[in-house]
């Protein structure tokens, strides 16, 4: 019933930045939090940055001060502004969502198909 789909990611020069999108559609009440994921190859995936449904943030070390999650939530979308890019920071990027689907119903977890972020030296 809900779907996420990411869009945003390339390829991009060392310093430079890019936006990623997430839009949430189908049968949604209410989206509790959203929050962005990646994983690099032959590393586990690690959360990035997250948004909870009071407006809170939170980042991972490796990308405070230079990535910014926001959200629109009459779009039904979250977006990850990411700034200064690093080589390190190449890797897959996921959209996560729990989303309640019916005021009857406790929420349910979702992830998007991912997008591919490249960032060359």
């Known amino acids: 019933q809900v779907q996420l789909v990411e869009s945003g990611g390339g390829l991009v020069q060392a310093g430079g930045s890019l936006r990623l999108s997430c839009a949430a559609s189908?049968?949604?009440?209410?989206?509790?939090?959203m929050a962005w994921y990646r994983q690099a190859p032959g590393k586990q995936r690690e959360l990035v940055a997250g948004?909870?449904?009071?407006?809170?943030?939170n980042y991972a070390d490796s990308v405070k001060g230079r990535f910014t999650i926001s959200r629109d939530n009459a779009k039904n979308t979250v977006y990850l502004q990411m700034n200064s890019l690093k080589p390190e920071d190449t890797a897959v990027y996921y959209c996560?969502?729990?989303?309640?689907?019916?005021?009857?119903?406790?929420?349910?977890?979702?992830w998007g198909q991912g997008t591919q972020v490249t960032v060359s030296s």
């Open positions: 996560n969502a729990h989303i309640r689907s019916s005021v009857w119903r406790g929420d349910s977890e979702y």
């Open positions: 189908g049968t949604i009440f209410s989206i509790d939090a």
């Open positions: 948004s909870g449904s009071g407006g809170n943030t």
